[in-house]
């Protein structure tokens, strides 16, 4: 792969070592005689055994020989593009690996380091070229594969990428290209393949008695919600290394997304107790307190963290929300604007100071630190979509959907801003339907657990006569928000104009039962929806 050059450096000599004594098709060669095709293996296999142990200068003077007798050899013009290539002149390299593949054209290796080579001078039209040749010749190579794969996935063409990844692993299994197909499969939103390939890259691992050190592989699981399998990864990386606070702290995460905040809690009290008392530990311990219900027990750990790094403004931002979610937002007001003293260029604390005082009541000096966020940062996604529902909020549609627009164009992957678009469009009477019904769609695709995206997909499909996939929608929404008022409602009436008469009732029974307490539950779960914004980009 051109990204793993030790590994490419290798796969170059093997094919070099076959190159140098079994290549005798060379004009130059045929017309050597024996004694100079002699003298010449011989001084290759020298040349490649000083590449190998790093001697690149009697590598290069080996070759210069070389090259003066048989400037037409193979193996000597990719030897000399490796030495080239080891040395970093990637121009000199291309011109020798360029030789080879003219003089080989047969030679599936020498279009695979001609490829490499242009790859890493970001050519990647004709790195695909030469790969695409080198496969036409041999259909199996892995490092071909992995090679065009790479460029693929550098180009945004995820089934593309994860076809090629697929093939080469099962020509030859590989930790780093089954960790690479878990991704691209997260990246595809296929959680059943990211889980399936996590499960191969396990079983690999185990089988190959191999010991992940990094945590990164375990924080993307994380964040595309494979949390028993992050925990896997991360589990195994602290057995190795108990020191790892970064795999500590991932961790504690891990056990949160799986509602196992008693074992997130104890992992994280343990670390402290044997003497891991870092500014980490400590703020992940807040966020676990959090999650259980105990603020009284988050606000001191939280504040802990900033006691032992002032410096860092997101602990600074993250105590204001603490403070804003136990509902003490003038508290936070007065510490976010200490905070703003002391961080004039932090984004984050900016916005949070407008998260306090849009809770407080105070929208114009909200608006005013939400824009100052943006000011530092144009694309912060969490003030973008404050502004959009201030503005909502005043009844300036228009305006919040512009703002939404320019959170997506950050984030387009994002549902819950899909959804708040769409709920948004929906309330601007010249808003295109076809539109509002993508962003619906599209919201639901990633993240099916929205109520509010079903809700209003099925209210589009009721007006357009779509009764049975109406229903379907409202009751989709229903199971994920089932004391919803509205949902029973509309389903119930879905039911009724599909002659469905008896389910309507019963449903409607229920509506009325529910909608007595429910009169300004959807604004407030609209609200709800904005600020989990804030807690995924902190």
């Known amino acids: 792969m051109v990204c793993r050059q030790k590994k490419n450096t290798k796969i170059l000599i093997a094919a070099l070592v076959f190159l140098c004594f079994c290549q005798t098709d060379n004009p130059a060669q045929k017309k050597s005689s024996p004694v100079d095709t002699e003298k010449i293996e011989k001084l290759l296999a020298e040349s490649a055994l000083a590449l190998q142990i790093g001697n690149l200068n009697r590598a290069k003077t080996i070759l210069q020989k070389v090259l003066t007798i048989a400037p037409r050899n193979v193996a000597a013009n990719t030897l000399a593009g490796a030495v080239a290539d080891k040395e970093n002149n990637l121009a000199?390299?291309?011109k020798y690996f360029a030789a080879a593949a003219r003089l080989a054209p047969n030679s599936p290796d020498t279009h695979n380091n001609?490829?490499?080579i242009l790859a890493r001078q970001n050519r990647p039209v004709e790195a695909a070229r030469e790969f695409s040749a080198s496969?036409?010749?041999?259909?199996?190579?892995?490092?071909s594969l992995t090679n065009l794969a790479q460029l693929r996935l550098a180009e945004n063409d995820l089934a593309a990428a994860r076809e090629l990844f697929a093939k080469a692993k099962t020509i030859a299994p590989d930790g780093e290209i089954l960790r690479v197909l878990v991704s691209i499969s997260l990246r595809l939103n296929d959680k059943e393949a990211a889980r399936r390939n996590f499960q191969e890259y396990s079983e690999f691992i185990k089988k190959n008695d191999l010991s992940p050190t990094d945590p990164t592989f375990g924080e993307e699981l994380l964040t595309g919600g494979l949390y028993a399998e992050a925990q896997q990864e991360l589990e195994l990386i602290l057995k190795n290394s108990s020191e790892n606070k970064t795999a500590l702290v991932l961790l504690a995460r891990a056990f949160l997304g799986q509602k196992n905040i008693r074992a997130a809690g104890k992992l994280l009290e343990s670390a402290i107790a044997n003497g891991a008392a870092d500014s980490r530990i400590y703020a992940a311990?807040?966020?676990v307190y959090q999650a259980g219900g105990f603020l009284e027990n988050a606000i001191p750990a939280l504040r802990l963290a900033v006691e032992k790094e002032p410096a860092n403004d997101f602990y600074q931002a993250r105590y204001g929300l603490l403070l804003i979610d136990s509902k003490a937002p003038a508290?936070?007001?007065i510490r976010m604007t200490e905070a703003a003293g002391k961080f004039p260029r932090s984004a984050k604390i900016n916005f949070v100071l407008g998260v306090a005082l849009f809770i407080d009541g105070k929208s114009v000096e909200a608006e005013a630190a939400f824009e100052r966020a943006l000011k530092i940062e144009p694309n912060f996604v969490p003030s973008l979509a404050y502004l959009?529902?201030?503005y909502a909020e005043r009844g300036q549609f228009a305006e919040a959907a512009t703002f939404f627009e320019r959170a997506l164009k950050t984030e387009e992957s994002t549902a819950v801003l899909h959804y708040l678009l769409a709920d948004t469009l929906l309330k601007i009477q010249t808003s295109d339907v076809a539109r509002i019904q993508k962003h619906l769609e599209r919201a639901i695709e990633l993240d099916k657990s929205i109520a509010g995206a079903h809700l209003?997909?099925?209210?589009?499909?009721?007006?357009?006569?779509?009764?049975?996939n109406a229903i379907a929608e409202f009751e989709q929404a229903i199971v994920f928000a089932p004391e919803s008022a509205e949902a029973h409602y509309q389903l119930g009436r879905a039911l009724a104009r599909a002659k469905r008469t008896e389910e309507s009732k019963t449903v409607l029974e229920k509506f009325k039962r529910l909608s007595e307490t429910q009169a300004t539950k959807r604004e407030t779960e609209r609200k709800d929806l904005v600020r989990r914004l804030a807690d995924v980009r902190f």
């Open 92 to 94: 000199e390299a291309e």
């Open 114 to 116: 001609y490829g490499a």
């Open 135 to 143: 496969l036409k010749l041999n259909p199996n190579q892995p490092s």
């Open 285 to 287: 311990l807040a966020e």
């Open 331 to 333: 508290a936070a007001v």
């Open 388 to 390: 959009a529902t201030l």
């Open 456 to 468: 209003a997909l099925g209210q589009l499909l009721a007006r357009s006569g779509n009764w049975t």
